[in-house]
């Protein structure tokens, strides 16, 4: 069936780079997205990435999609303190049908 | 308005009573969602809008649970007879056609 399976925590020090991974099963998903969800919080849109592109970059924010892996990651560089959230990994998989992953808590050490 | 916004942001009821949560979505916004954040779960699809079709209402868990959404805007998800296992946080999100969601900040629902 269809799923997203992400780590659940991950933790790194402040100034270091993030790598978030994610692996979805639905091989005709058209986009695949990374949320950010800060404690007490909504999920907010981060950056999205079209089913066909490899890469693409948004300031800090590294997307890497492997389309024959079914891999997507989301790099964070120089990780600050405020970057400390859930991170989703969402893939399209339906015209309006989203599935989210279980979320990866990422803590930032100063 | 600027966002999506839900209401209240926190519902405590005793188990076997009613509760309704609102969402008023980004005005112009056609798609609305429901979902359902459990703790340490990833977020589960309730319900669907889109216009004026009929809505998908395929990840509603049980009868107990119903949503409307009224002159095609503001949107209630309704609980009936409320649970312990219904306790989590109820996530609204709207878009644009099919487009990106944008989430609202959630209602957490504690049934007691």
């Known amino acids: 069936g269809e799923d997203v399976e992400q780590s659940l925590f991950l933790s790194v020090r402040e100034g270091d780079s993030s790598v978030i991974n994610c692996t979805y099963t639905d091989s005709s998903s058209t986009y695949l997205y990374w949320y950010k969800q800060e404690p007490g919080a909504g999920l907010q849109l981060l950056t999205y990435i079209f089913s066909n592109m490899d890469m693409k970059q948004d300031q800090r924010l590294t997307v890497l999609l492997n389309k024959k892996d079914k891999h997507l990651s989301l790099r964070i560089a120089d990780t600050q303190t405020g970057d400390s959230a859930i991170y989703f990994c969402a893939e399209r998989a339906g015209t309006y049908k989203y599935i989210f992953g279980t979320g990866t808590r990422l803590k930032v050490l100063a | 308005g600027a966002g999506v916004s839900q209401s209240p942001s926190n519902k405590v009821t005793e188990k076997g009573k009613d509760v309704e949560l609102r969402c008023d979505p980004i005005?112009?916004?056609?798609?609305l969602y429901w979902y359902r954040q459990s703790l340490g779960q990833g977020l589960e699809f309730l319900i669907y809008f889109q216009g004026n079709s009929a809505p998908d209402k395929s990840g509603l868990p049980s009868d107990r649970f119903s949503a409307e959404r009224t002159g095609g805007s503001v949107s209630t998800l309704t609980i009936q007879r409320t649970q312990q296992e219904d306790s989590a946080v109820y996530l609204c999100?709207?878009?644009?056609?099919?487009?990106?969601?944008?989430f609202g900040p959630g209602t957490r629902l504690t049934v007691l």
């Open positions: 999100a709207s878009s644009l056609a099919v487009d990106t969601q944008y």
């Open positions: 005005s112009g916004h056609t798609a």
